[in-house]
């Protein structure tokens, strides 16, 4: 499963310009016969960037051999919140 997190780490909010597996958006990753199921969400409700962060996780994803199709959930509870960043990058952003 790491080398899913690794891929998606190359998916980027593009206003924070920050991964979105450091950014604390991924909530849960299933890995089943090729599928594969991320559970997320974006730092608003009203994300302007919503498709194309979206977008950016099933291109990423689907690159990959091992991987047949991608399931993508966007929810909004819990809510995001800073609190759920890495804190390499609430340093990074002056939350630390």
Known sequence: MEFIKDC????????????IVDLGLIYDLQFV?????VV???TTPG?????MIVGGVKRALEALPEILSVEVEVVWE???SPSLMSDEVKEDLGYM
């Open 78 to 80: 819990p809510a995001w």
């Open 33 to 37: 016969d090729g599928i594969v199921s």
């Open 8 to 19: 998606l780490k190359e998916v980027y909010d593009p206003e924070l310009g920050v991964n």
């Open 40 to 42: 997320m969400t974006l």
């Open 47 to 51: 994300c302007p960037m919503h498709d």
